[in-house]
């Protein structure tokens, strides 16, 4: 069946610190797409990244980076050089196939930028 | 810029009256939009899949009767929770994806207080 795990509830660090999120998935479907999103206390939910099965390669997008192994099933977040802007909570979701519009959600994780 | 918009952001409503909350997707025609609940520190939880021109599909333990779907354009959903209770109090999230090969776009979200 398919599954979103983030294990990591909550976490805390220093600002200029450097943090991964972790995430790892289950599907069976070898067409799949992968999704972070950021939601600040505000409540919105804002689109990170898309990545789709068949492309492993690592993004970065200025202090933000996605590390995707298909070996491990996992697409860990990281962020360098950690603001306070950056705390809010992160989802990783998980669609399947090229006809499901339906996302599966991780549990998120809860991070908190101390200055 | 917003590609899809949700409205009003926040209500609050007496016991037993009916509050009725829109999204439209502004940039695209969405056949299919979702509903969402979020509890405080938890995750999105899916309510229902709003389908253009028919019914709706409600997750196990969604009662029909009390949140009425209706999405009666490509850009229009809307849901109503019927005869309002506290316990309905919580925050509703409403989604659209332009195809399932792209991200979901999210709605600022709507903060419902009954009170």
């Known amino acids: 069946a398919q599954k979103v795990t983030q294990a990591q509830t909550e976490i805390s660090v220093v600002e200029k610190e450097d943090v991964t999120l972790d995430c790892v998935y289950e599907?069976?479907?070898?067409?799949?797409?992968l999704f972070w999103y950021k939601q600040p206390p505000s409540g919105e939910l804002v689109f990170l990244i898309r990545?789709?099965?068949?492309d492993e390669q690592n993004e970065i997008s200025g202090r933000y980076s996605w590390n995707f192994q298909k070996s491990t099933s996992s697409f860990n977040f990281t962020i360098t050089a950690s603001q306070v802007v950056d705390s809010a909570v992160y989802f990783c979701?998980?669609?399947?196939?090229?006809?499901?519009?339906?996302?599966?959600w991780g549990a998120g994780t809860k991070l908190i930028i101390k200055p | 810029g917003a590609v899809v918009s949700q409205h009003p952001s926040r209500v609050i409503c007496k016991s037993g009256t009916s509050v009725k909350i829109e999204c439209r997707s502004l940039?695209?025609?969405?056949?299919?939009m979702f509903w969402y609940r979020q509890f405080p520190k938890q995750s999105l939880m899916l309510m229902a899949t709003?389908?253009?021109?028919?019914?709706?599909?409600?997750e196990q333990g969604v009662e029909k009767d009390k949140f009425l779907i209706n999405h009666a354009s490509l850009t229009l959903s809307t849901l109503t929770v019927t005869s309002a209770h506290p316990e309905d109090s919580s925050f509703y999230i409403c989604?659209?994806?332009?195809?399932?090969?792209?991200?979901?776009?999210f709605g600022q979200g709507t903060r419902l207080t009954v009170v």
């Open positions: 979701a998980l669609s399947e196939g090229d006809s499901n519009y339906q996302l599966i």
């Open positions: 709003s389908n253009e021109g028919s019914k709706a599909t409600y």
């Open positions: 990545r789709n099965s068949f």
């Open positions: 989604s659209a994806r332009e195809s399932p090969a792209t991200e979901a776009f």
């Open positions: 940039d695209f025609q969405a056949t299919t």
């Open positions: 599907t069976r479907d070898t067409t799949y797409y």
